[in-house]
């Protein structure tokens, strides 16, 4: 299986900072590489998906980057309403895997 | 608007079977994959398998293979997730989660059910 691994697992910022968060990948996947969101007792919500590109009706502060193993989620200017845990993914081959999750807190 | 509706929670006894339901509307559900996954409580998402409602081609985890089966009802356009005997160790929440293009991505997601298993 191909391990995903992210960093940091847990942050703490303010409103209006920039967030970045990073995963690696155990071996190559191209650009199959997926974020979700997840907020507390809600299901996870697809932010990007294929490392770049942004699903619809998920505001253009989020973006993805990267190729190979290592890619990067970022929050250009964290809002209140993107306090969560989020998660990368790959889609690569199967059985497809998740990261650890990054929890994003208030400071 | 697509939809996947799960059943809240369920409750079961070790060694009991369960089926639990995620039915779609609002797309054309043979033209789409449906995944569904694991999440243990205050822990990380795991993924379970994946079917193909229009020829209910299959792909497990090797984590969850054999442990589980997952089926869909096209009549009803409704997909399914089992269990022959639970253990104490399968008490979770479960998402349905509808995957799209070559890399299936889980673009929709039913809102999870809570499966508890204790005597």
């Known amino acids: 299986d191909i391990q995903m691994t992210q960093s940091p697992s847990s942050l703490s910022a303010s409103v209006r900072d920039r967030v970045t968060i990073t995963c690696r990948a155990s071996?190559?996947?191209?650009?199959?590489l997926n974020w979700y969101q997840q907020k507390p007792g809600k299901a996870p919500k697809l932010l990007i998906y294929?490392?770049?590109n942004l699903q619809s009706g998920v505001p253009s502060r989020f973006s993805g980057s990267g190729s190979g193993t290592d890619f990067t989620l970022t929050i250009s200017s964290l809002q209140p309403e993107d306090f969560a845990t989020y998660y990368c993914?790959?889609?690569?081959?199967?059985?497809?895997?998740f990261g650890q999750g990054t929890k994003v807190e208030i400071k | 608007e697509v939809q996947l509706v799960q059943p809240g929670a369920e409750l079961k006894k070790p060694g009991e079977s369960l089926k639990i339901s995620c039915k779609t509307s609002?797309?054309?559900?043979?033209?789409?994959?449906i995944g569904w996954v694991r999440q243990m409580p205050g822990k990380g998402l795991e993924w379970m398998g994946i079917?193909?409602?229009?020829?209910?081609?299959?792909m497990y985890s090797p984590s969850f293979q054999g442990q589980v089966t997952i089926s869909v009802d096209k009549s009803i356009n409704t997909a399914y997730l089992q269990w022959s005997s639970l253990k104490a160790s399968d008490t979770a929440i479960y998402y349905c989660?509808?995957?799209?293009?070559?890399?299936?991505?889980?673009?929709?997601w039913g809102q999870g059910t809570l499966v508890t298993v204790s005597s």
């Open positions: 989660a509808r995957g799209f293009g070559v890399e299936k991505v889980l673009d929709y």
């Open positions: 294929a490392a770049s």
């Open positions: 079917i193909y409602p229009g020829d209910s081609d299959t």
């Open positions: 071996q190559s996947l191209s650009s199959y």
């Open positions: 609002g797309y054309t559900f043979t033209n789409y994959w």
């Open positions: 993914q790959q889609s690569h081959s199967t059985p497809w895997t």
